[in-house]
């Protein structure tokens, strides 16, 4: 049966007395929402994340990482990818580090890489309507970019349900904004593009009366991480990779 060590990829880590500016730099332009902080030994001491990273400003350019540093998902090599997948949904992250005996970064693993595996071997429990949140943060068609990126460093959220008239649209992810060349102008505030120009029109839905295994598999199917839930054609939740592990029996 496949561990940790079989999806584990290299990843970016920092020291602790690295700046924060090349923590954010990391942070925009990339897949990573958490890069990880060594302490004296090369021993892990946590992570930063997005968050964190994308508020601090140029001007405080000075400032190093280690007064950002959080508690971090981490596992051993042989963990099995169930295990691991649970440590993340407690620490609501998207990756956890890999470490040895003496706590040093091996590698790293991606909850969307062990996604797949987990729901076609493990049975999941319940419907969408009792696993989604609705707790719902939208963008609108008209926003700016700038306002879509302030949405991503004041939630942490990397993707939005964009609504219009109060029906669902499209969809915004930071992943269109590094598609599009986005972040970087949005940070500079020079960008004249809205949500409208770069989101993503076809938005694949679900229903709350759906199975969570049935959800999760369109997750795969269409290589997403949330999914708007609709009754009728008003939006009622969000069901994300974490929500559907939660189902786990």
Do not use: W
């Not at 090599?77 to 440590?87: D, L, Y």
């Not at 004249?192 to 295994?213: P, Q, W």
Request: glycine share 8%.
């Amino acid at each position: 049966m496949k561990t940790a060590r079989n999806f584990m990829l290299e990843i970016p880590v920092l020291t602790f007395h690295d700046g924060i500016t090349k923590a954010r730099q990391i942070l925009r332009d990339d897949r990573f929402r958490e890069v990880y902080v060594t302490g004296i030994k090369k021993d892990l001491l946590g992570y930063v994340d997005i968050t964190d990273a994308l508020r601090v400003t140029a001007t405080k350019s000075n400032v190093t990482v280690e007064g950002f540093v959080k508690d971090a998902a981490c596992a051993g090599p042989e963990a099995s990818i169930e295990s691991v997948a649970k440590v993340m949904r407690e620490f609501r992250t998207d990756s956890a580090a890999i470490i040895d005996g003496s706590r040093h970064i091996l590698g790293g693993v991606f909850l969307s890489d062990l996604f797949p595996v987990i729901i076609s071997r493990n049975e999941l429990s319940g419907r969408v309507s009792t696993h989604m949140s609705k707790k719902i943060t939208a963008a609108d068609p008209a926003d700016t970019l700038q306002q879509v990126y302030a949405k991503i460093v004041e939630s942490g959220f990397t993707a939005f349900p964009v609504i219009k008239k109060k029906r669902l649209v499209g969809l915004i992810s930071r992943r269109d904004l590094i598609r599009s060349g986005g972040v970087r102008s949005a940070i500079a505030q020079s960008s004249t593009k809205t949500v409208e120009d770069v989101m993503a029109k076809e938005v694949i839905t679900v229903s709350g009366g759906v199975s969570l295994s049935e959800a999760a598999r369109l997750m795969v199917d269409n290589d997403v991480s949330r999914l708007p839930v609709l009754d009728g054609v008003t939006l009622i939740g969000i069901l994300d990779r974490h929500d559907v592990l939660a189902g786990l029996v």
